[in-house]
């Protein structure tokens, strides 16, 4: 299965504010996802990461809280703009290899927003 | 969309004793039905997974079935170990379709 790093692990920031997330594989991947994953919750997809296209939104995710990066087949990023405390949340990149394959999830980022 | 109920939510279990956790679905057109287990600070790491044309599927200690008809699935861990502690999450996707749906997790708790 691919190897995936998200960068950074964690970080605390100031409401108003945003972040970049960065996810990487170490091999080209078909398909590239971000999950949020609130505190003692489940998983909850954002958006499907597009290689040279727009990111696809899922329902209750807009791009101007969350526009999504994909220039490669091994690199996407996720921003969380205007960040408020209800953002506060572990950040996931997923991605799958082909059609029929399963998801792998990278480690996430912890966000807390103060 | 696709709606996936997962219990318990909590499960202790003795070292040695077998874990079961259930899961339901909604939609007759999901086809894979993945199982991750997530520990603390860490992503979902997928264990096992299993397809609508298969009803059981073993690995090891681990092991899943599939209902169709009923529309659920289940995870099976035999001879449980202290590293078996974490939050399992059970998965659904449709036919085509990239986006898995969540149950809501199972905290498992393997007492030495």
């Known amino acids: 299965s691919a190897v995936i790093s998200q960068k950074p692990s964690r970080d605390i920031c100031q409401r108003g504010t945003s972040l970049t997330i960065q996810c990487q594989v170490d091999s080209q991947v078909t398909m590239m996802f971000w999950y949020r994953q609130q505190p003692g919750q489940s998983l909850t997809l954002i958006a499907t990461?597009?290689?040279?296209?727009?990111?696809?939104?899922e329902s209750g995710f807009v791009i101007d809280k969350f526009p999504i990066s994909r220039p490669n087949l091994t690199f996407s990023t996720l921003t969380v703009s205007n960040m408020s405390p209800e953002d506060s949340s572990i950040y996931l990149c997923s991605v799958d290899v082909g059609l029929n394959q399963p998801q792998h999830f990278g480690d996430g980022t912890r966000l807390s927003i103060l | 969309g696709e709606n996936v109920e997962q219990h318990p939510s909590t499960l202790s279990v003795q070292e040695g004793d077998s874990a079961v956790i259930k899961c339901t679905y909604s939609?007759?057109?999901?086809?894979?039905f993945p199982w991750y287990k997530q520990e603390l600070g860490k992503g979902p790491q997928l264990i096992i997974d299993i397809r609508s044309n298969v009803g059981e599927k073993k690995d090891q200690r681990i092991a899943v079935t599939l209902n169709k008809t009923a529309k659920h699935f289940s995870l099976h861990i035999t001879e449980t170990q202290p590293e078996d502690s974490a939050v399992y999450f059970c998965a659904a996707q449709e036919a085509g379709a990239n986006n898995l749906f969540f149950g809501t997790g199972t905290r498992l708790t393997v007492i030495p």
């Open positions: 990461a597009n290689q040279g296209s727009e990111a696809t939104y």
């Open positions: 939609d007759s057109a999901s086809n894979y």
